[in-house]
């Protein structure tokens, strides 16, 4: 009996190197203000969690940007990154890999000084577009995550319980 192999198609190599943790640290603390592009008012949505988190944990003004929605956690949503009331320092992006190229032309036409893709989202032409415009880039990576991991917090939500165990823990 033979086996037949299947190959995946190959992904494109990536070649861009992002900034180191102590860059990414840094980058986090020079920020201010951060808008999350493609936010959600949806609770089982990556961006409707990293939004919680950014509220409840961070000292970042955080804005939402979102033209299909008014409000998410209580919080004024925008249409677009120009609509803000300040530039944001951090534009975190929750759109598909072909809207980049369009987040990118706007991030930059606000003045946003980096451009941060979240988990997953990966667009080399993108980062150095972004780096020959002068901006910082991360891509395939969490603000939240980093910043809990940075500054200790990755307990939230259970990301890191203190508990070393295979078993449930059981709360009385």
């Not at 190229?101 to 972004?130: C, D, I, N």
Request: hydrophobic share 40%; charged share 20%.
């Amino acid at each position: 009996m033979t086996q037949t192999t299947t190959t995946q198609p190959a992904s494109p190599e990536r070649t861009w190197e992002g900034p180191s943790a102590p860059e990414r640290l840094n980058i986090l603390r020079s920020t201010k203000s951060i808008a999350i592009v493609g936010a959600s008012d949806k609770p089982s949505r990556a961006s409707y969690f990293v939004a919680t988190y950014l509220l409840s944990s961070t000292r970042f003004n955080v804005y939402f940007i979102n033209p299909m929605v008014k409000e998410i956690l209580g919080q004024p949503v925008y249409a677009s990154l120009a609509d803000l009331p300040e530039v944001p320092d951090l534009v975190e992006v929750f759109r598909k890999h072909d809207d980049l190229p369009e987040v990118l032309e706007e991030a930059k036409a606000v003045g946003a000084r980096t451009l941060w893709l979240q988990l997953g989202s990966w667009h080399e032409e993108v980062a150095r577009e972004a780096e020959a415009a002068g901006m910082n880039v991360v891509m395939d990576r969490c603000v939240k995550i980093e910043h809990a991991r940075f500054h200790g917090g990755l307990h939230l939500a259970g990301f890191n319980t203190g508990v070393i165990s295979s078993k449930r823990q059981v709360l009385a």
